[in-house]
C-alpha cells in the first residue's frame, strides 16, 4: 500500500541520521585512558562528554537537553555535548575514549560491535566494551516517491533514480539494507547521494524518481517537496520486510498513522531504527544508573520536537547485539521493564 498526499503543515524536525561532519576535539570527562576490553579507569562522575551530531540536525539541541537534565540532577556530573559527525563517528570517537556518551543508530552501534558495515575495513578496537544505556527517539526509514514514478512499492524501485543518502550516513546504509532485503543493490537503481534537503529539492524538479530518508515523524523535510508536488509514501510490506528484519534485528516495524500529512487517508507501516545512548564499560555502574534513571523520569522537561517520544516502554525496542551496561539494566529491572 502506498499513500498519496500533500502536505501543508508540520512543525517537526528532520533527523538525517549522519549529516555534516564536524571536526571534534577534546575527550571525555572522566578521567579514563582507553584500554582494551575495558580495563579502563572506572568513570564515576565529574566532566562527561556527549557526543551528538551536526549543529543543524536533531542530535544536537536534543543532545544539549539531555546533557542539562544530567547536569541539573545528578550530583557532581557536568556534562557537555559535542558536535560530531553523528553515528559512525560518535561509535568510533566512544571507542577511542573521546567521549563518556554517544548517540547513535542502534543499528550502527550494532554494525560497530560486530565489525560489519562501515565498520567492515576499519572495525573499532573493543567491540565488547560498548554498552547501551536506552532509545531516544525513532529513526524513521521513510521513502518518498513522486507519484508520477509509478512507484508504490519497494520493489518498484527497480531502474528509478533513487536519492539513497549521503556517503557513509545512516541513511545509505539503511538503504542498501532495504534494497538487498528486497532482492536488489544499488546496481539495480540509479542511485544519488544527497542530504534529504537536497534529494527534496531534486525529487520536487523531478530530477529524481524516489528517495530514502531517516527523518523523525511527522518530518518537515517532506513538506518542502510535498507542498507543490503530489508524492507518495512507500509502504514495507511483504517478504522483503520480513527478511529486512531477520537480517537486521535493529529494526522495529512503526505505523505513520493516517492524517500524520495532510492528504494521507491511510496508515502507512514502516521500519524504525533508534537514536540510542551507548556508554563503555567504564563507567561506573551508579553513573550508568542515574544517567538512565534521570533521561526517563525528567523527559517531560525536554522541550525538543522529539522530546515526547523519549518513552521507557519503547527504551529498549530493536536492542540488538549491544548488551545493556549493568547501571541501565537494575534501572530498567527496578521499573518492571525487565524480569
Known amino acids: ?120 575495513d576499519e572495525p573499532i578496537e573493543n567491540g565488547d566494551d560498548v554498552f547501551m544505556i536506552g532509545n531516544v527517539y525513532p529513526e524513521v526509514l521513510q521513502i518518498v516517491a513522486s507519484e508520477d514514478s509509478g512507484i508504490e512499492t519497494v520493489e518498484d524501485l527497480e531502474g528509478k533514480r533513487v536519492d539513497v543518502g549521503p556517503p ?46 531517516i527523518l523523525a515523524v511527522p518530518a518537515g523535510s517532506i513538506e518542502q517537496v510535498a507542498t507543490t508536488n503530489d508524492v507518495r509514501l512507500v509502504e514495507f510490506s511483504g517478504d522483503g520486510l520480513e527478511t529486512l528484519q531477520e537480517n537486521s534485528p535493529s529494526y522495529s516495524t512503526m505505523e505513520i498513522p493516517a492524517d500524520t500529512y495532510n492528504g494521507q487517508d491511510e496508515a502507512v507501516t514502516t521500519v524504525t531504527n533508534w537514536a540510542t545512548l551507548f556508554v563503555r564499560g567504564s563507567m561506573g555502574e551508579d553513573l550508568a544508573y542515574n544517567l538512565t534513571k534521570e533521561m526517563y523520569d525528567r523527559a517531560g522537561d525536554i522541550g525538543h520536537d522529539v522530546g515526547s517520544q523519549v518513552q521507557l516502554d519503547t527504551a529498549l525496542e530493536g536492542q540488538g547485539a549491544v548488551d545493556l551496561h549493568p547501571g541501565a539494566e537494575r534501572f530498567y529491572q527496578e521499573e518492571g521493564v525487565l524480569d
Open 168 to 213: 557513509g550516513s545512516g541513511t545509505e546504509l539503511a538503504a542498501n539494507a532495504v534494497l538487498e532485503a528486497y532482492g536488489m543493490s544499488t546496481d539495480d537503481i540509479e542511485p544519488f547521494n544527497s542530504t534529504f534537503e537536497e534529494a527534496a529539492s531534486k525529487l520536487g524538479d523531478g530530477q529524481t524518481d524516489a528517495a530514502f530518508a
Open 1 to 120: 500500500m502506498t499513500t498519496r498526499f500533500t502536505a501543508r503543515r508540520f512543525a517537526a524536525v528532520s533527523a538525517v541520521a549522519a549529516a555534516g561532519v564536524i571536526a571534534v576535539a577534546g575527550c571525555g570527562g572522566g578521567g579514563s585512558v582507553p584500554g582494551a576490553g575495558g580495563d579502563d579507569a572506572e568513570v564515576t562522575g565529574g566532566d562527561l562528554t556527549l557526543g551528538t551530531g551536526s549543529t543543524g540536525g536533531t542530535y544536537y539541541p536534543l543532545g544539549g537537553e539531555i546533557a542539562q537534565i544530567w547536569s541539573d540532577n545528578i550530583e557532581d556530573v557536568n556534562v557537555s555535548t559535542q558536535a560530531t559527525g553523528a553515528s559512525v563517528e560518535n561509535m568510533r570517537l566512544l571507542d577511542g575514549g573521546e567521549l563518556d556518551v554517544a548517540m547513535a543508530i542502534n543499528g550502527v552501534a550494532a554494525d560497530a560491535v560486530n565489525s560489519e558495515g562501515d565498520f567492515a
